[in-house]
T-cell receptor, first 110, second 112 residues
Framework: NAGVTQTPKFQVLKTGQSMTLQCAQD?????MSWYRQDPGMGLRLIHY???????DQGEVPNGYNVSRSTTEDFPLRLLSAAPSQTSVYFC?????????FGSGTRLTVV | GDSVTQMEGPVTLSEEAFLTINCTYT??????LFWYVQYPGEGLQLLLKATKADDKGSNKGFEATYRKETTSFHLEKGSVQVSDSAVYFCALPNSATNKLIFGTGTLLAVQP
């Protein structure tokens, strides 16, 4: 199915653990981004990429790394998980007049 | 800088009631404006958009008119259904970076 695929859907981590949230799109979109969604905060941009090999920081990049080796994939890495990173994470790719979002990853850090 | 302000929720309505969710914005120039909807347990979906002043976006019975005089893009629906229960986000692209800026979201709960 065409769209943005995120895995896993749910994850529980212990403080200090690392993990990678996967994001893949099959629409050949150049622009991809990661957001986190927290109650009362809306969606905040973590990192984004305008094409393979190019990434940049968004509004809340600390504690997260990204890379973009292919057009299709844009993984988000948590280097050392903290309880403050408990959130729902959305990956999105952009077409001309709007974004396509994945279904999200609900992450809990204990 | 560019920003979006939405009315706080939750908004609770009975089925077939009229819905208005207010959205105002601050931006340089006249950016495109969007409404996204997030159903429970899902990601955001584009609901409607307007690309220039005085445009009206519409989809699934929802409408929003781009009003530059009041810098508003209020979402309306004449008769809501239980299936419309979701979180609604107003958004616009940042004028400098073109990255999407979201409002905080408004939870709509429609009761039968």
């Amino acid at each position: 199915n065409a769209g943005v695929t995120q895995t896993p859907k749910f994850q529980v981590l212990k403080t200090g653990q690392s993990m990678t949230l996967q994001c893949a799109q099959d629409m050949n979109h150049e622009y991809m981004s990661w957001y986190r969604q927290d109650p009362g905060m809306g969606l905040r941009l973590i990192h984004y990429s305008v094409g393979a090999g190019i990434t940049d920081q968004g509004e809340v990049p600390n504690g997260y790394n990204v890379s973009r080796s292919t057009t299709e994939d844009f993984p988000l890495r948590l280097l050392s998980a903290a309880p403050s990173q408990t959130s729902v994470y959305f990956c999105a790719s952009r077409r001309v007049h709007g974004y396509t979002f994945g279904s999200g990853t609900r992450l809990t850090v204990v | 800088g560019d920003s979006v302000t939405q009315m706080e929720g939750p908004v609770t309505l009975s089925e077939e009631a009229f819905l208005t969710i207010n959205c105002t914005y601050t931006a340089t120039g006249y950016p495109s404006l969007f409404w996204y909807v997030q159903y429970p347990g899902e990601g955001l979906q584009l609901l409607l958009k307007a690309t220039k002043a005085d445009d009206k976006g519409s989809n699934k019975g929802f409408e929003a008119t781009y009003r530059k005089e009041t810098t508003s893009f209020h979402l309306e629906k004449g008769s809501v259904q239980v299936s419309d229960s979701a979180v609604y986000f107003c958004a616009l692209p940042n004028s400098a970076t073109n990255k999407l800026i979201f409002g905080t979201g408004t939870l709509l709960a429609v009761q039968p």
